[in-house]
């Protein structure tokens, strides 16, 4: 079927998601605020997929942005689809519900349409979201990954969330919640940094022999961030294949990029806080990417993993010890 602005995938829990999502995460040097504005533009130019996360510190202002389109009357509360994340110091099964209740609060919304295990590594429990012990190492917690989900299902049986999901997991660590005894929710997906340069087939082809989606994260190559990305790794928009079949088409970089993702069945989030790029980036369902540049697409492929976190990998759940 061809692909439409309100295009969605049927989750494996009989729930609808927008195959288009505005991200939402900005690094520090853009205000909170900025975050409430840019996702107030993306629902005006059509974006109804809202991604954000308790640790992105803006869902006061995603929740403003999205409940001041519904009192204009551009949306309505169920055209919406709302992404949270439930952060690593909050794995524990009692922590769990609080921290899906603080976020609503945050957001002054009545539910979330998702809410995800955030990553598979976890750190100490408690309210500093990045523990660190006095020579400044992060301290790590193990919970079973299996009573996290027990929580997060009671969550969804309770009504504050619709769908439940995992984020940046292995297929190792889903097969662990997928063959859980007494299993009530299977993820509905995975959310996971995916593009032209980490394609995911591997993972792709285990989420969908297992009706699971696969979300994509930085697929414009990311923001870069100082912190966490090493700067000297080759950047995404500036492929010259990308570039030469964005010049063809006379489209974008960033659209064929995501337009890639788009046609092998992969939900797509995209972050821009300018409006025109905002605007430009929700233009990717009027073209069409041949086989040939498909199979082009394919061909850049190198396993390059942006958000590779070296200070996370001692943790026995650091999920990128693995192929895929
Ligand atoms: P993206 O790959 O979406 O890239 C964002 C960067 O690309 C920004 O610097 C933006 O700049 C720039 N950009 C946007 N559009 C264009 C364009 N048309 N041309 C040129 N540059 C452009 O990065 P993210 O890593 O932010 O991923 C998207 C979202 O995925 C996040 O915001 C977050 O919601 C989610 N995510 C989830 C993670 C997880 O662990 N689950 C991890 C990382 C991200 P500008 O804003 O200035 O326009």
Known sequence: MALKP???VVLNDGHKMPVLGFGTYAPDTYTKEQAGEAAKVAIEVGYRHIDCAFIYGNEVQVGQAIRSKIADGTVKRKDIFYTGKLWSTN????RVRPALENSLKDLQLDYMDLFLIHSPVEFKPGDDPFPKDESGKLIFHNTDIRDTWKALEACKD???VRSIGVSNFNHRQLERILTMPGLKYKPVCNQVECHIFLNQSKLLKFCKSHDIALVGYSVLGSSRVKEWIDQNS???LEDPVLNAV???LKRSPAQVAMRYLLQR???VLAKSF????IKLNFQVFDFQLSDEDMKALDGINKNLRYLSI?????????????EF
């Not at 300018?274 to 790029?277: I, S």
């Not at 996370?312 to 759940?317: D, L």
């Open 246 to 248: 964005a010049k063809k």
């Open 91 to 94: 794995h524990t099964p009692e």
């Open 234 to 236: 080759p950047q995404v």
């Open 310 to 322: 070296d200070s996370w990998k001692e943790h026995p759940k650091y999920p990128y010890h693995d």
């Open 158 to 160: 309770a009504g504050l």
């Open 274 to 277: 300018t409006p025109e790029r």
């Open 265 to 267: 069945g992969i939900v």
């Open 6 to 8: 309100d295009s969605y």
